[in-house]
């Protein structure tokens, strides 16, 4: 009989594992329960460690990270896996922010507050092995061990093997700054 772990990091990687197993084994496979995965206490305190690790500032309720660890992890976490559970989480407004632009424009940038993203966390760590177990090999974005230079390493050998185009398309605000309509062409 295999050992399971007692390490919160190793029981969540296999928690992933077994998702990632599950999702690839059946394409037709439905996940209906995974609320009671994200209110586990390993994964949210591996939720933590990762949102610690990123920083970042507070949110629209002004906790910072450092606040939050001079009272106590443990009881933060505490309180979001109690509000999970009873149904009572809800998240909190986004702290709105603008960036400069080299071209003189603004971003808008938006920071949850740090107990929601602890909560957002959890739930990736939960649903991204059933979402990456349906990825083409040859998709690179916004996905955990992939890079912008393995793109184009890819790129650099489908080429030398011949092959002569390259698909990329990123079409964010299109439709609300070329004043046009769109024309797909396959």
């Known amino acids: 009989m295999p050992e399971t772990a007692n390490i919160p990091v ?3 990687r296999q928690l992933q594992r077994k998702l990632w197993v599950c999702a690839k084994r059946s394409k ?4 209906h329960a995974l609320y009671d995965r994200i209110c586990r206490s390993d994964v949210l305190w591996e939720a933590w460690k990762r ?4 920083g970042g500032a507070a949110g629209i309720d002004g906790e910072t990270i450092q606040a939050i660890e001079q009272r106590g992890a443990g009881e933060f976490l505490a309180e979001i896996q109690a509000a999970l559970r ?3 989480y809800r998240p909190s407004a986004v702290k709105r922010r603008y ?3 080299a071209d003189g424009k603004q971003r808008p940038l938006g920071i949850p507050t740090v107990r929601d993203r602890v909560a957002q966390m959890a739930a990736k760590i939960v649903i991204e092995p059933i979402f990456e177990a349906d990825f083409q090999d040859s998709s690179y974005g916004f996905r955990p061990g ?3 230079t393995q793109a184009l390493e890819a790129i650099r050998v489908a080429g ?3 092959y002569n ?5 990123d079409i964010q605000g299109y439709l609300t700054t070329s004043g046009r309509t769109p024309c797909w062409i396959w």
């Open 99 to 101: 960036i400069p632009k």
């Open 165 to 169: 185009f390259v698909v990329d398309a």
């Open 51 to 54: 949102v610690r690790s990123n």
């Open 10 to 12: 190793d029981k969540v």
């Open 146 to 148: 992939r890079s912008a």
């Open 28 to 31: 037709t496979r439905r996940f």
């Open 160 to 162: 030398n093997q011949g």
């Open 86 to 88: 009873a149904g009572r």
